[in-house]
């Protein structure tokens, strides 16, 4: 028998509310009667005919492989997994409101771990002991040794081009581990196509530290990082990485629309008028269903110092306490990250597998999944770390104010602040928002 915390949802709703002693009298925190006792406990199996709910975004657009399990899972089991499909934009307020509310789903599938639930969340220790899941990617709270979200998925920051442009040009690209080109061979390859073939722009990246964190790691950088007395800091890697990437962004070889305007790469991209794309293994779907104009092809990332992707957990499965639902709900996490089914998910939604050993047979485009599993394998450490730190920081209920990292890099790319400013402006925001790490 599982016994789960029965007065959680009480205690989001008055954290949130700022009306503990009303709302602890007022709410009785008692879920399904059908599922559990009033203790919040599950003294049985659930029976056929039982229903949870499952909050999630764009499993449509990935292939609907949640909808897809959870037809599978209510066909051996009798037990039906509600996929409510929200708006990616709008699923943190629906939370939020639904935890405020005390009605919260009995899981979702989120992008980080909210203080306004935090203390809502079930152990998912169990579903880890039953599935070599990548743990690096698993949000853990190692003071109280319990496992608090689990990553469905992969994502990798890559690089796409314009494969129908390269072969007009007549220029090559590495298709090999072998053939990996260098930062200054990669910008040297497209600025050739792009002048052969009449190209507006060379490149472009997404406004994002996500995909910058992948150019530093290229470049020696081990990111941002708290001493011990929590003073933030960086190495000569960032600089270096830094000045690098402004000379990039000349409205000629990058668009300064993008990074100073908040320009949309994707839809650049797709017009064919940019030559590569520095973004991620997400977009592979997209660009394969609505790239029609042109062939695209995904490529090793270009490197400098040493190769690196930036990798991580698309998103990743909480289950909540106090719904009266746990048990079901640990059930059906526990079910799908068996290997046969974890491996039935990745295949249907395209996923970069978030469970160590699963082979996955893509229905398409392989190669650039593949090429995706390669960048990640040949990361170094520094990747799985800095994640792990992110992880700590965001179970502590800790976070920034915007990204320093982007907005002050901005600044420099326009030439507000210099690079040391830059990098010491940085280092302040993060000591002063993070502190030392928890």
């Known amino acids: 028998m599982v016994r789960f915390r029965s007065s959680t949802r009480r205690g989001i709703g008055a954290v949130a509310l700022g009306l503990a002693l009303a709302l602890a009298a007022g709410c009785s925190g008692s879920g399904d009667p059908g599922t559990g006792g009033t203790d919040g406990t599950t003294d049985s199996a659930p029976a056929a005919g039982t229903k949870i709910q499952f909050f999630l975004s764009g499993d449509a657009n990935q292939g609907g492989g949640f909808a897809h399990m959870a037809a599978k899972y209510k066909e051996e089991t009798g037990v039906e997994v509600e996929i409510v499909d929200i708006a990616n934009s709008d699923l943190p307020t629906k939370l939020k409101n639904a935890a405020q509310a005390n009605d919260l789903p009995a899981m979702a599938r989120v992008g980080g771990i909210d203080p306004v639930w935090r203390s809502a969340l079930v152990d998912l220790t169990p579903v880890t002991d039953a599935s070599d899941i990548k743990m690096e990617l698993a949000a853990v709270d190692e003071a109280a040794g319990e496992v608090l979200s689990v990553p469905t998925d992969v994502t990798a920051v890559g690089m796409f081009i314009n494969k129908s442009l390269f072969d007009e040009a007549g220029v090559a690209y590495p298709q090999t581990e072998d053939e990996i080109w260098t930062w200054d061979e990669f910008v040297a390859a497209v600025n050739e196509v792009k002048e052969k073939t009449d190209t507006t722009y060379g490149m472009v990246m997404d406004r994002s530290s996500h995909r910058l964190k992948a150019l530093f790691y290229e470049f ?49 991209f797709k017009s064919g008028d940019i030559v590569a794309y520095m973004s991620g293994s997400w977009q592979i779907a997209d660009f394969a269903q609505n790239i029609t104009d042109f062939e695209w092809a995904s490529v090793y990332l270009p490197k400098d110092v040493q190769r690196s992707t930036n990798y991580g957990n698309a998103a990743n499965i909480v289950v909540f306490d106090g719904t009266g639902e746990e048990q079901v709900a640990l059930d059906f996490v526990t079910w799908l990250y068996q290997p046969e089914n974890y491996k039935e998910l990745a295949e249907t939604s395209g996923f970069l597998p978030a469970v160590n050993g699963i082979e996955v047979e893509y229905a398409s485009h392989k190669e650039a999944f593949d090429l995706y599993n390669q960048e990640i394998e040949a990361s170094p450490a520094i990747v799985g770390q800095i994640k792990q730190n992110d992880f700590a920081y965001e179970i502590a209920g800790l976070g920034t104010e915007g990204d320093p990292v982007r907005d002050e890099t901005v600044k420099y790319l326009n030439d507000e602040q210099d690079l040391q400013t830059t990098i010491d402006t940085i280092n302040r925001l993060l000591t002063e928002q993070l502190g030392p790490l928890p």
Do not use: I
């Open 220 to 268: 020696g950088s081990e990111w941002f990082q708290p001493d011990a007395d929590g003073q933030w800091q960086t190495n000569d890697g960032t600089a270096k990485a830094l000045e690098f990437f402004k000379g990039l962004n000349d409205d000629s070889f990058m668009p300064r629309s993008v990074w100073l305007a908040d320009g949309d790469g994707n839809a650049l």
